[in-house]
């Protein structure tokens, strides 16, 4: 099975930067993605990770190290509407077909 | 812009009864898949397919739930008897390319509650 771990949640104040951790355990990986979902609403896609390093998109920056399994969303800047639950999801290939797990996610509070 | 549609957008039904929820992914989109989301939870993916079929059902609790996608376009989830347990988001993503090798675009969902 897949293990994938992340914090339940965190808060951060507005114009900060907050770094939101991901750890997986995990058979056949094949790249990570970290989600955006508001409260009642289906997850955004907002980054996608294969190679170690780090990808940088505006505000948000994820970075990867397979072999620690390891990842992380950095949010800069933060602000009011970043409240929200991001979601680590890990890729893996089984059986000749990519599937995505996700971990519980992490909610995020942005205080004034 | 291109988008996931689902329907219905909420469902309540009482348990034992039969449910059913629609799926029209991304058009073009080879991968589907439905999850369920539990509340402070992440997705857990119940079914994935691959134009019409399924490539991964192992997580989809068979005796009672259902699904399809007979013209490899849009799918149909079923739930036959539906328990109090099964109150959740029930989501549905398409992905481009089969085997799933690009992101996943979700759709609102359908909020399902068992009474």
């Known amino acids: 099975g897949q293990n994938i771990d992340q914090p339940t949640e965190m808060t951060a104040t507005e114009g900060a930067i907050v770094q939101i951790n991901c750890t997986y355990q995990?058979?056949?990986?094949?790249?990570l993605f970290w989600y955006q979902q508001h409260a009642g609403e289906a997850p955004t896609f907002l980054s996608y990770?294969?190679?170690?390093g780090l990808e940088e998109k505006g505000r948000f920056s994820s970075f990867l190290s397979r072999s620690k399994g390891y990842s992380y969303l950095l949010l800069k800047e933060l602000q009011m509407k970043d409240s929200a639950s991001y979601l680590c999801a890990v890729r893996v290939l089984q059986t000749g077909a990519n599937n995505l797990f996700f971990g519980t996610g992490t909610r995020l509070t942005v205080i004034p | 812009e291109a988008e996931v549609a689902q329907s219905p957008r909420y469902k309540i039904t009482e348990k034992s009864q039969a449910v059913a929820f629609w799926c029209d992914p991304i058009?073009?989109?080879?991968?589907l898949y439905w999850y369920r989301q539990i509340l402070g939870q992440g997705p857990e993916l119940l079914v994935q397919?691959?134009?019409?079929?399924?490539?991964?059902d192992s997580q989809l609790p068979k005796d009672r739930f259902s699904a399809e996608r007979l013209k490899g376009v849009d799918s149909t989830l079923k739930i036959q008897p539906a328990e109090l347990g099964d109150s959740a988001m029930y989501l549905c993503?398409?992905?481009?390319?089969?085997?799933?090798?690009?992101?996943?675009?979700f759709g609102q969902g359908t909020r399902l509650t068992v009474v």
């Open positions: 058009s073009g989109h080879a991968t």
């Open positions: 995990t058979s056949g990986f094949n790249g």
């Open positions: 990770n294969v190679l170690d």
């Open positions: 993503a398409s992905s481009l390319y089969r085997g799933g090798n690009t992101e996943a675009f």
């Open positions: 397919f691959q134009d019409e079929s399924v490539v991964d």
